[in-house]
């Protein structure tokens, strides 16, 4: 049974330049969701996809979008990258209207802009 | 607003011991899951814990458990014979509960402890 898949795993890019990173959800779950974590941080929610819509966002600029596809995999978006935007983003999957539940996490995106 | 405050930075405890991981959190909600996750070296985000806010007893998985006291809104994890494994970030975390017992919503995080585990 497969996990959260994300890809890739490194990533180096530099200031202003666009960036997609992708993420596959554990078999069997509909819903992810993206949080960025900055070095030393705990993650931040970025925002949630369920059936290829915007479910629920986070405290970030619309420099940061999303999508879904039907397969339920997603992607995050980033535009006119800056320094601060270096963080581990990881993606998150679970089945929508359970109850409460743990989120499963991929082991992440590391990305760098310099 | 939901917030989630972990105040140790950093914890050391002897290879067998037990441990506590300080975790303290403020909600307007009536109702509020709060998880625990382990995050080593690697950066995968391990699930550890639940407790909800409603549950009446302190949850319970194997060598983990959480020390939920709801007046003082506080929810610490103990580790009961720490082992070498154990060592990385440990982060606490909350989740807001629909009606119906559902959940949707975002996680918010703690600024995480690091563990290490001396031999």
């Known amino acids: 049974d497969a996990g959260v898949t994300q890809s890739p795993t490194h990533l180096i890019k530099t200031r202003g330049q666009q960036v997609t990173l992708r993420c596959s959800p554990k078999?069997?779950?509909?819903?992810v969701s993206w949080y960025q974590q900055a070095l030393g941080q705990g993650p931040q929610f970025i925002f949630q996809?369920?059936?290829?819509?915007?479910?629920q966002r986070g405290n970030f600029p619309d420099r940061f979008s999303g999508h879904q596809f039907p397969n339920y995999s997603s992607e995050l978006n980033v535009n006119a990258l800056l320094l601060g935007d270096s963080a581990l983003y990881l993606c998150?999957?679970?089945?929508?209207?359970?109850?409460?539940?743990?989120?499963?996490f991929g082991s992440g995106t590391q990305l760098s802009v310099l | 607003a939901q917030k989630i405050t972990q105040t140790q930075p950093g914890m050391f405890v002897q290879e067998k011991e037990a441990v506590t991981l300080d975790c303290t959190y403020d909600?307007?909600?009536?109702?509020?899951?709060l998880f625990w996750y382990k995050q080593p070296s690697s950066g995968e985000m391990i699930f550890l814990i639940y407790?909800?806010?409603?549950?009446?007893q302190n949850a319970t998985e194997g060598r983990y458990s959480l020390n939920f006291q709801k007046a003082r809104k506080s929810a610490n994890l103990v580790i009961s014979a720490s082992q070498l494994g154990d060592s990385a970030m440990y982060f606490c975390?909350?989740?807001?509960?629909?009606?119906?017992?559902?959940?949707?919503?975002?996680?918010?995080f703690g600024q995480g402890t690091i563990l290490t585990v001396h031999p």
């Open positions: 975390a909350m989740r807001e509960i629909q009606a119906g017992g559902t959940s949707y919503g975002k996680l918010t």
């Open positions: 996809y369920y059936e290829e819509e915007e479910r």
């Open positions: 998150a999957s679970s089945l929508w209207g359970l109850p409460v539940q743990k989120l499963f």
């Open positions: 407790q909800g806010s409603y549950d009446q």
């Open positions: 909600t307007s909600d009536p109702s509020y899951g």
């Open positions: 078999s069997g779950h509909d819903t």
